[in-house]
Nanobody, 118 residues
Framework: QVQLVESGGGLVQAGGSLRLSCAAS????????MGWFRQAPGKEREFVAV???????YYADSVKGRFTISRDNSKNTVYLQMNSLNPEDTAVYYC????????????WGQGTQVTVSS
C-alpha cells in the first residue's frame, strides 16, 4: 500500500507559477514511477506528466514547455513546477504511482485544487 499526499495548490493569476508537491510513503520510492493528472470541472481526468525512476519524463502536449516534473528520492517527494499558467489549467491535480503509468495508476492522492484567474 502506498499513500500519496499532495500540497501546494491555490489561487494564482494567469501567467503566474505554482509548485505542487506529492509526498509518498514506502521504502522503495526511488523505484516508483510517479505521475500527475488533473481533472477540470465537467471533464474527465487527464494525464499531465510522468517521471520514471530512471529519470526520463514525459508530458502532455498541453503543458509541454510550461510544466516540469521532478523528484527528490531522499524526501520521497515528486514535484510539479507549473509556469505560465492560464485559466485552462484550472483543475484538481492528482499525484499517482504505478507501473502502468501514464496509462493507469495503482495509487492516487486526494488531489489539490489549482485555480488560475484571468
Amino acid at each position: 500500500q502506498v499513500q500519496l499526499v499532495e500540497s501546494g495548490g491555490g489561487l494564482v493569476q494567469a501567467g503566474g507559477s505554482l509548485r505542487l508537491s506529492c509526498a509518498a510513503s514506502g521504502r522503495t520510492f526511488s523505484r516508483y514511477t510517479m505521475g500527475w493528472f488533473r481533472q477540470a470541472p465537467g471533464k474527465e481526468r487527464e494525464f499531465v506528466a510522468v517521471r520514471w525512476s530512471g529519470g526520463i519524463s514525459y508530458y502532455a502536449d498541453s503543458v509541454k514547455g510550461r510544466f516540469t516534473i521532478s523528484r527528490d528520492n531522499s524526501k520521497n517527494t515528486v514535484y510539479l513546477q507549473m509556469n505560465s499558467l492560464n485559466p485552462e489549467d484550472t483543475a484538481v491535480y492528482y499525484c499517482a504511482t504505478g507501473d502502468g503509468l501514464p496509462r493507469y495508476a495503482n495509487y492516487w492522492g486526494q488531489g489539490t485544487q489549482v485555480t488560475v484567474s484571468s
